[in-house]
């Protein structure tokens, strides 16, 4: 981290801060093995800081996902309009309340507090993080949540003809159905690429199984095959296959990702804003992960643009990512957004502008 980039001359004063829903529909219902979402339970924070006679407003999205995440929005305004920070001094965005048993809230409050800091600054909230260059040309993958083989098959045409690839797929729930579904998808698309996603919903034995079933395609890698506490099952899948695991819902702290390198369980970890607490303590596991040699994919839970960018600000100061699956705010029915990064098909740039450069939609 770079402290020049969010200490300032003089402490933050916190002039504002409000939590309102951001509950936005989607497409269509995205299923994985744990939870089914048909609308966003989303909060938006919007904090504004003073610092002398300047003032500016940054915006945070905490975005849980029931039951993936603990918290859920009924939990999230209470969680942060009891903070009391309206009228009190922030020093810097590592000053604020830890809020270990909240990571989803914290992690909307803090985007909002380094999008602030960083418009303060004139600098993107990249710079808050690292020093450049910065990596802002990146490539998405586009998920596609369970159902049936004929209606995956359906989904994968329409997006690879907008232009993607390269596919996340939703799996876990029925072997059978998955290879169905995955066969069916690689013979109606035979330039795609997948990266498999269980939410844990495999034993080694079925995710192992999952893959001999399904050798002939192009499998990137395969995310949270088993119990994000089983790190026994996932060291197993890591060792007798020749696809990258990656560790989700087993590395949420930075304490988590040493014992799965002690485990030797996975050869990558997802990033997530709101599991990790925000985006100082991506950046941190990030770091280390990719020390450590492990391979980096970002990924968000069910986001607006507003989170996804905030995310794609880390990936920009860590300086790239192996596998990039910010592709959320394709799936939602409706833009509450606008800025913040270009997008054309799967390729994202993302702007380095002051702040993270997300406004509300018309405004």
């Known amino acids: 981290m770079s402290p020049a980039g969010i200490i300032g001359s003089v402490p933050f004063t916190v002039e504002s801060l409000s939590v309102e ?44 996902l029931w039951p993936v995440t603990r918290e859920d929005w009924p939990d999230l305004e209470p969680t942060l309009g009891g903070l ?40 993107p909230v990249a710079a808050l993080l690292g020093p450049a260059p910065y990596v802002t040309t990146l490539e998405t993958d ?63 034995d079925e995710a ?10 192009v499998i990137e890698c395969f995310e949270q095959p088993c119990d994000r506490e089983d790190l026994d099952a996932m060291a197993r899948v890591t060792r007798e296959s020749k696809t990258i695991v990656v560790a989700d819902e087993s590395v949420r702290t930075f304490a988590d990702l040493e014992r799965v390198l002690a485990h030797r369980a996975a050869g990558g970890v997802n990033l997530k804003l709101v599991k990790h607490g925000g985006l100082l303590s991506a950046y941190a596991i990030g770091r280390r992960a990719r020390e450590a040699g492990l391979a980096i994919m970002c990924g968000a839970m069910v986001e607006t643009r507003l989170g996804l960018v905030a995310m794609a600000h880390v990936v920009a100061a860590l300086r790239g990512a192996q596998f990039v699956d910010l592709d959320t ?17 799967p390729r994202i740039e993302t702007n380095l502008a002051p702040g993270l450069d997300v406004r509300r939609a018309g405004r």
């Open 208 to 217: 192992l199984g999952l893959l001999a079933a399904v050798d002939g395609l």
């Open 84 to 123: 009391g920070l309206v009228g009190s001094k922030l020093e810097d965005a590592t000053s604020l309340p830890a809020l270990g048993h909240s990571p989803v809230a914290r992690a909307g409050l803090e985007t909002a507090v380094l999008d602030a800091i960083a418009r303060l600054r004139g600098v």
């Open 21 to 64: 829903p951001l509950h936005v529909p989607l497409r269509e219902p995205f299923v994985i093995a744990s939870a089914r979402v048909d609308t966003t339970r989303a909060a938006l924070v919007s904090i504004t800081l003073r610092e002398g006679d300047r003032v500016a407003t940054g915006l945070g999205e905490a975005a849980p």
């Open 142 to 204: 586009i998920t596609l949540p369970i159902a049936g083989a004929e209606h995956m098959t359906e989904l994968a045409r329409g997006w690879r003809a907008r232009g993607f690839r390269c596919f996340k797929v939703k799996v876990g729930k029925n072997l059978d159905d998955d290879v169905r579904a995955l066969r069916a998808v690689g013979a109606a698309i035979p330039d795609a690429s997948f990266r498999l996603d269980a939410n844990e919903g495999f034993s080694a």
């Open 329 to 345: 705010a394709f799936l939602l029915g409706e833009e509450r957004f606008e800025g913040g990064w270009t997008v054309n098909g």
